[in-house]
T-cell receptor, first 112, second 114 residues
């Protein structure tokens, strides 16, 4: 079974600073995807970034990048130049079986 | 041009009532899902459905039933609502058979059972 662990329930960062959210996972699959979704106060679930496990290169989407360590089963999210609009709950996600398995989330607060 | 839509966005009802939440996607996807997000923000799969197969999370009470009139819709019916059913319910969809596995979510329906 796939499991996802996010060890930081809450984090805060000042505007324009960089923050890294941690995630570890477990899977028996050899090829898989990993995702970070964000859920702002509006409640909408928004895809931030995805990584294919067979790709060595870390995914990047504008200010968002990941540090994917396959052997360590680690998948952290780095947010550069944090903005107030980045305030949200961030979920690390791995597909498993017939659906997505979500971590418990990290609540990120960006302060002025 | 909303990709995945849900109605209603808010639903307040009394214990014991029967209610439905509708979901529609215009992405041409053939697999749809219902997730439940509890008060601690934890998301858990309830159902996965495409035109061939319905997969039910065994922990979901049989008071919950998905109904799909066509590929673009997956509605959630809930009978005999209980206080513990209060949560946010998300519909999602993706293309099956592809490698991508990205799911696209609706805006959620906040259900409050009194």
């Amino acid at each position: 079974a796939q499991t996802v662990t996010q060890s930081q329930p809450e984090m805060s960062v000042q505007e324009a600073e960089t923050v890294t959210l941690s995630c570890t996972y477990d899977t028996s699959e050899s090829n898989y995807y990993l995702f970070w979704y964000k859920q702002p106060p509006s409640r909408q679930m928004i895809l931030v970034i995805r990584q294919e496990a067979y790709k060595q290169q870390n995914a990047t989407e504008n200010r968002f990048s990941v540090n994917f360590q396959k052997a360590a089963k680690s998948f952290s999210l780095k947010i550069s130049d944090s903005q107030l609009g980045d305030t949200a709950m961030y979920f690390c996600v791995i597909p498993g079986g017939y659906a997505l398995n979500f971590g418990k989330g990290t609540s990120l607060l960006v302060t002025p | 041009d909303t990709a995945v839509s849900q109605t209603p966005k808010y639903l307040v009802t009394q214990m014991g009532n029967d209610k439905s939440i509708k979901c529609e996607q215009n992405l041409g996807h053939d697999t749809m899902y219902w997730y439940k997000q509890d008060s601690k923000k934890f998301l858990k799969i309830m159902f996965s459905y495409n035109n061939k197969e319905l997969i039910i999370n065994e922990t979901v009470p049989n008071r919950f039933s998905p109904k799909s009139p066509d590929k673009a819709h997956l509605n959630l019916h809930i009978n005999s609502l209980e206080l513990g059913d209060s949560a946010v319910y998300f519909c999602a969809s993706r293309t099956s058979g592809g490698a991508e596995e990205t799911q696209y979510f609706g805006p959620g329906t906040r259900l409050l059972v009194l």
